[in-house]
């Protein structure tokens, strides 16, 4: 893997202003037998899976990649309306949220505005299906969801509700991501392997 741009100070100090933000969340995950704020964990696959994906991947795509979820705890998806009208609601305030958030930081450390632009477009999916990058970022942003939330998300919903989001997950991912996705496949849990099978023939 190529190395991150660590002779950038610009890159080093918006890294490090994600980073805090990301030790702030209340939530953790066990990690190597320790806990570790989930937004630490979560941002620090982000960007394994990128670069698993493209080791040469861009410096705004990186920066998306650290700062994709910022916060993203101070904005319960309880406060929003059931079902998938709600969802989306929730989804598209946050995306707006994790912008302005990204840009305020972006702007301190000294970033050009076309680079802030490229990133708030990334972290909004701006061009997705059409942009090569959105549609990298949302590949990684899928394997992060198979290897670490898809196993205790389908521990909570029926066979027909999991092969659903599989389905629509699957429709966002390119051929890289679904040979990624099919080889993480085969370490999951055999309800879990089967429900991914089903959802991809």
Same mark, same amino acid.
């Given at each position: ?76 998806? &309880? ?47 701006? &061009? ?74």
């Amino acid at each position: 893997m190529s190395e991150a741009p660590a002779s950038d100070e610009r890159f080093e100090a918006a890294s490090a202003r994600f980073e805090a933000a990301h030790r702030e969340d209340p939530r953790s995950v066990e990690v190597d037998g320790g806990h570790v704020p989930w937004s630490m964990h979560y941002h620090g696959r982000l960007l394994h899976w990128l670069l698993q994906l493209d080791e040469t991947a861009s410096v705004p795509l990186r920066l998306a990649a650290a700062c994709q979820h910022i916060r993203r705890w101070e904005v319960p998806r &309880g406060h929003y309306d059931e079902g998938r009208r709600g969802y989306r609601s929730w989804r598209s305030n946050l995306a707006q949220m994790h912008a302005e958030i990204a840009r305020g930081v972006l702007e301190a450390v000294g970033y050009d505005q076309k680079t802030i632009d490229r990133v708030e477009a990334l972290l909004r999916k701006v &061009g997705l299906g059409r942009d090569l990058e959105v549609q990298l970022f949302e590949d990684a942003i899928c394997m992060v969801f198979f290897e670490n939330e898809f196993v205790d998300l389908a521990s909570k919903h029926g066979d027909e509700k999991m092969v659903d989001i599989l389905r629509r997950t699957w429709a966002k991912m390119s051929p890289a991501g679904h040979e990624q996705a099919r080889a993480l496949a085969s370490e999951l849990p055999e309800r879990e392997r089967g429900l991914m099978e089903t959802a991809t023939q």
